[in-house]
Each structure stands twice: as C-alpha cells, then as structure tokens.
C-alpha cells in the first residue's frame, strides 16, 4: 500500500521517527540501522512497509532497499513477526545477517534477544537461497568470489529445472570435491553428477 513515505522529519528516536507529508505526521518503526542513517532535521524519505493485524496497523521504515528486503525476508520464517524482524535488523547488521545465513552460522542469530535455537536454524534454513540472492544484487553483501561462483551455479542449475534445495546441496558437494574457489562451470559440471 505505502512504498516510501517522503517529508519533513518531525521526531526520532532509535526505534521510530515521525514524518510530517502532506499535513499528515507518519509514525514509522525503524530499525537502528536507519536510525543512524538520518539526519536531525529537514527532509526525509523511508522505504515503507505497512503491516495489518485484527488489532492495529504498523508502518514500518527502512532508509536502503535491502534493508526493508530483509524484512520482508525474514517475515516469511514461520514465526517471525514484525516485532521479531525488526529485532534482527536492529541487532544484526544487514551484511552480518547475509553473512550468518550464507554460513549456516545459527550462533551468530542467536546473539539476538528473543531467538532461540530452533528459530536461528530455521531463519538460516529458510533464507539461505534468498539471502545469496540478495548478497549478488546488493554491492557490500557479496561474499569472496568463490562464494558467487557457488551461487551462480545453484541458480544455473536452477534454470536447469532442478529444485533450489536440490541444486545448493549439489553444488556444496561439488565444492567440496572440486573446492570451493572453483569456477562457475566446473562447480555445474560436478555438481550435475549429484543431482
């Protein structure tokens, strides 16, 4: 409904910011990664994401694509709310997130309060595809260059018509025998003899 909200910041603080538009102030939560990302005063524009309950509506801010991507992301892990999101978003910085989900590294989500273990692993679980997607489209989040030919394979294989599970844990054998720096196409071929 909201894609950004553009106007005069009128308060902020590291959770939330009001933003006067149109003779109308807008309230939005905010991770404390956009928080340090605004100014005191004058004009402002944060990416936007409405979100409706029986109960209450919420408007949340993100001051970079990625960051309100994440979001999203996180928000289709079975048992990651809003409240939840945000939470990761404000404790783990967006690249560190990449990173932790990339890895497999359940430990370092679990840094953040109110996530146990079974919510890390099923953050990691879910998002792993998603994520190395995210670190390929967004400069800063991509891993070393071994870890772009991995994903370049997976998706190649992908297009192949095999399935993402399918095809990461083809690749990750791959890597394992051909290592982990290998080209995109030897990473394909001897990943085709796993799936």
Same mark, same amino acid.
């Given at each position: 409904m909201y894609d950004y909200i553009s106007g005069r910041l009128i308060?902020? !603080?590291?959770?939330? /910011?009001?933003?006067?538009?149109?003779?109308?102030?807008? *309230?939005?939560?905010?991770?404390l990664s956009t928080f340090e990302k605004l100014p005191n005063d004058g004009p402002v524009k944060l990416l936007a994401s409405l979100h409706v309950t029986e109960t209450e509506m919420r408007l949340f801010g993100f001051?970079?694509?990625?960051?309100?991507?994440?979001?999203?992301l996180l928000l289709l892990v079975n048992g990651v709310g809003p409240g939840t999101a945000l939470k990761v978003l404000s404790s783990?910085?967006?690249?560190?997130?990449?990173?932790?989900?990339?890895?497999?590294?359940?430990? !370092?989500?679990?840094? /953040?309060?109110?996530?146990?273990?079974?919510?890390?692993? *099923?953050?990691?679980?879910?998002?792993?595809g998603y994520m190395e997607k995210l670190a390929l489209a967004e400069p800063g989040l991509a891993a070393s260059p071994g870890h772009k030919a991995a994903v370049d394979a997976v998706l190649a294989l992908i297009k192949l018509g095999y399935t993402r599970l399918g095809a990461e844990n083809a690749v990750r054998k791959a890597a394992a025998n051909v290592g982990a720096n290998a080209p995109t196409d030897a990473l394909v071929r001897e990943a085709l003899k796993y799936v």
């Open positions: 308060s902020k !603080s590291p959770t939330e /910011v009001t933003i006067e538009a149109g003779g109308v102030g807008y *309230r939005l939560l905010i991770p001051a970079t694509a990625a960051e309100r991507k994440a979001f999203d783990c910085p967006i690249q560190e997130l990449s990173r932790a989900v990339i890895a497999n590294d359940a430990q !370092s989500l679990m840094r /953040v309060r109110g996530i146990g273990q079974k919510l890390a692993q *099923r953050i990691v679980l879910e998002l792993k």
